[in-house]
């Protein structure tokens, strides 16, 4: 199983990015996928989530900036981030997790804010 993040970078304050996760080895339709990230010093949060069904959840403080999606035909799911800010600046991590086949991760993918 592999998860492979990507698209992280640089950006200043109001700027966006898009980040990728794409999956391999696993069914990729019948799990659940989420973005969770961590700061330095801080623990791991969970920012997004996206069901089989493609319903998303979003932690508070990315609503209506954030936006989760996903391509079963791609195997990928992706994060567009619009206005971000520095406190947005953290290591990325998608996650796959289904009720009986168990979470996988893949390695960050780090998101610097600042000008």
């Known amino acids: 199983v592999q998860l492979q993040a990507s698209g992280g970078g640089l950006v200043q304050p109001g700027g966006s990015l898009r980040l990728s996760c794409a999956a391999s080895?696993?069914?990729?339709?019948?799990?659940?996928m989420a973005w969770y990230r961590q700061a330095p010093g801080k623990q791991r949060e969970l920012v997004a989530t996206i069901s089989t069904s493609g319903s998303t959840t979003y932690a508070d403080s990315v609503k209506d900036r954030f936006t989760i999606s996903r391509d079963n035909a791609k195997n990928t799911v992706y994060l567009q981030m619009n206005s971000l800010k520095p406190e947005d600046t953290a290591d990325y991590y998608c996650?796959?997790?289904?009720?009986?086949?168990?979470?996988?991760w893949g390695q960050g993918t780090q998101v610097t804010v600042s000008s």
């Open positions: 996650n796959a997790v289904h009720r009986r086949y168990g979470s996988y």
């Open positions: 080895g696993i069914i990729f339709n019948v799990y659940t």
